[in-house]
């Protein structure tokens, strides 16, 4: 991966390429950040500048998207690296078992489907994405015993390529205490020519004595990329967002969907409803929950106006467009777009999505239905 494949953080990645060219690299590294800030992007291009055999320089970084300087992207080296096959480069990341995995996971079973994974989204991807795509399902990821034990004999070949051997660390955080520990020594004794890179979000969950001994790159908000505010300087966000825009109509139907099933209460059909809504990833889940209190808060202004102001549901359904407004009034608006605030929080915590939707459906149910009562 190139800089200039990066959004934004112009700044940050001058200085890392400036700290490269100065031959000032520490052995441990963690970059700390949202993921939709770029952090496991930045880590991925820095460790490609670092093995470039013919690094560019610009005179006027003006030209080149802000850059001072960037890796050339055709030598060996990179091209290797673009492809996430050079054999200098190992990616760790928590992994768990799925249909066809059923015991003893560790990355070296996932390897090619987590590269791939890379690839389809640019580095840009959260852990729930890639639970989504390895076929976890609702479980959560770890590092294995399997993943030192590989990491421990690496550590004692000699690289293929004479430059350095690079390992990265996505969601370090991860690591059990008795993972951390065992990584602990290659901290505090370290290979010749050896990178090791960290990719967190959350360093309150890594080990202090593992903390310690890493120098701390953090990644901010994006704030020269034009993302619109809604994104709040996250690229994960913006592509959400105009993904969106495009599935707009998509998300309408969902809507128009589940506020029916909501009167019916068919289980089966409400069951298969949220099937259908698990299986997006949670950032979509989110996304389609913000859309569907932004459906009540339309609905409100209109009856709370006597029809005054128009709805504009804009769901593609005109005659659920008409009806629904009545559905919500200032007796249960409130309590309605507390109740789905409260699922788009459970779901951040990374809490069973299935579970919190069908909850969340129950209320909505009982709050519709009510909705001439004071809450």
């Given amino acids: 991966m190139q800089f200039k494949t990066i959004t934004g953080q112009r700044v940050l990645i001058n200085r890392l390429t400036e700290i490269i060219d100065k031959g000032r ?12 800030y770029g952090t496991l992007a930045l880590a991925l291009a820095y460790a490609q500048y670092l093995s470039c055999e013919n690094r560019q320089h610009y005179d006027n970084p003006s030209e080149h998207d802000g ?13 290797k690296y673009q492809q996430l096959v050079h054999p200098d480069l190992h990616l760790y990341f928590p992994t768990t078992t799925n249909s066809h995995i059923k015991k ?5 079973k996932f390897i090619n489907q987590f590269q791939n994974f890379l690839l389809d989204t640019n580095a840009y991807a959260y852990l729930n994405d890639w639970y989504l795509t390895s076929g976890a399902e609702s479980k959560q990821g770890l590092y294995h015993e399997a993943d030192i034990q590989e990491l421990n004999r690496n550590f004692t070949l000699t690289t293929y390529e004479h430059g350095y051997k690079i390992y990265i660390f996505w969601y370090p955080e991860l690591m059990s205490v008795k993972i951390a520990n065992e990584l602990l020594k290659s901290l505090e004794e370290p290979y010749d020519n050896t990178l090791m890179l960290f990719a967190a979000e959350d360093d309150s969950r890594i080990l202090e004595t593992i903390k310690s001994r890493l120098q701390i ?9 034009n993302l619109s505010e809604e994104a709040e300087g996250n690229a994960i966000k913006q592509k959400l967002l105009e993904q969106g825009e495009s599935d707009k109509a998509l998300l309408g139907q969902m809507f128009v969907s589940w506020m029916r099933l909501l009167f019916k209460l068919n289980m089966e059909s409400l069951s298969s409803w949220v099937d259908q809504a698990t299986a997006m990833t949670r950032e979509q889940q989110k996304h389609f ?34 009806m629904f407004p009545a559905m919500v009034t200032v007796n249960n608006a409130s309590a309605i777009n507390d109740a789905i605030n409260d699922a788009i929080q459970a779901i951040s915590l990374n809490c069973y999505s299935k579970v919190v939707l069908m909850n969340l459906s129950f209320k909505l149910s009982i709050l519709i239905k009510n909705r001439n009562k004071k809450q």
Avoid at 67 to 79: I, T, V, W, Y
Avoid at 104 to 108: I, L, T
Avoid at 217 to 225: H, N, T
């Fill in 25 to 36: 690299v520490s052995h441990a590294q963690m970059f700390l950040g949202d993921m939709g």
């Fill in 217 to 225: 790159i953090r990644v901010g908000k994006i704030l020269d990329a």
């Fill in 67 to 79: 850059l001072r300087a960037d890796s050339c992207g055709h030598c060996p080296n990179c091209q």
């Fill in 104 to 108: 003893e996971p560790d990355c070296s």
């Fill in 289 to 322: 929950l913000r859309y569907s209190m932004d459906q009540i808060d339309r609905s409100l202004r209109h009856t709370a106006t006597a029809g005054a102001m128009q709805a504009d549901l804009a769901t593609g359904d005109e005659r659920f467009d008409q």
